[in-house]
T-cell receptor, first 114, second 111 residues
């Protein structure tokens, strides 16, 4: 079964800490994405990558950075965690094609910043 | 700004009924359309994709697309309590491989 694996299900961090969220997919997908999901706001795109070492800003990149050194791994970095970054973080991947074929999501990381 | 609009619900239907979920989108050039199901506390799961006008059926699910009206819907026949979830509509409009999501419709199937 194909999978997108996020390293942590629940995470509690202190304000000002540097936080790393890891995502690994085993489907050989070119595209990878980081979203956050908050009640009433839906899914908001933070960053995405369509190839190794490539990254593009999404709708809400402020306070975040990403790294994609290998095709299967896409990391989200919170440079200095703040309480307004408390959220559910979802990683997704997809196959590149003329038509989008939909995403496969990881199980999510619920991050609490205290 | 590309938008995808859904009624947030909750939409309540009795068990065995047909649930009808609707979605409109603003970008007339949109090419691919998706429905995701998200159970509370879980991540979204792709359940239907549709690329051309008309209906696409998969088991109890039917996706309907009308590009002229910029409208996509999901019908769930013989609704079961296990169908109770939030359903997200998503649209791909070309370019980089990212989609735009609606905020979701919460469906409650009453036993």
């Amino acid at each position: 079964d194909v999978k997108v694996t996020q390293s942590s299900r629940y995470l509690v961090k202190r304000t000002g800490e540097k936080v790393f969220l890891e995502c690994v997919q085993d489907m050989d997908h070119e595209n990878m994405f980081w979203y956050r999901q908050d009640p009433g706001l839906g899914l908001r795109l933070i960053y995405f990558s369509y190839d190794v070492k490539m990254k593009e800003k999404g709708d809400i990149p402020e306070g975040y950075s990403v790294s994609r050194e290998k095709k299967e791994r896409f990391s989200l970095i919170l440079e200095s965690a703040s309480t307004n970054q408390t959220s559910m973080y979802l990683c997704a991947s997809s196959l590149r094609g003329r038509l989008n074929y939909g995403y496969t999501f990881g199980s999510g990381t619920r991050l609490t910043v205290v | 700004q590309k938008e995808v609009e859904q009624n947030s619900g909750p939409l309540s239907v009795p068990e065995g009924a047909i649930a009808s979920l609707n979605c409109t989108y603003s970008d007339r050039g949109s090419q691919s359309f998706f429905w995701y199901r998200q159970y509370s506390g879980k991540s979204p799961e792709l359940i239907m994709s549709i690329y051309s006008n008309g209906d696409k059926e998969d088991g109890r699910f039917t996706a309907q697309l009308n590009k002229a009206s910029q409208y996509v819907s999901l019908l769930i026949r013989d609704s079961q309590p296990s169908d109770s979830a939030t359903y997200l509509c998503a649209v791909y409009s070309g370019g980089y491989q990212k989609v735009t999501f609606g905020t979701g419709t919460k469906l409650q199937v009453i036993p």
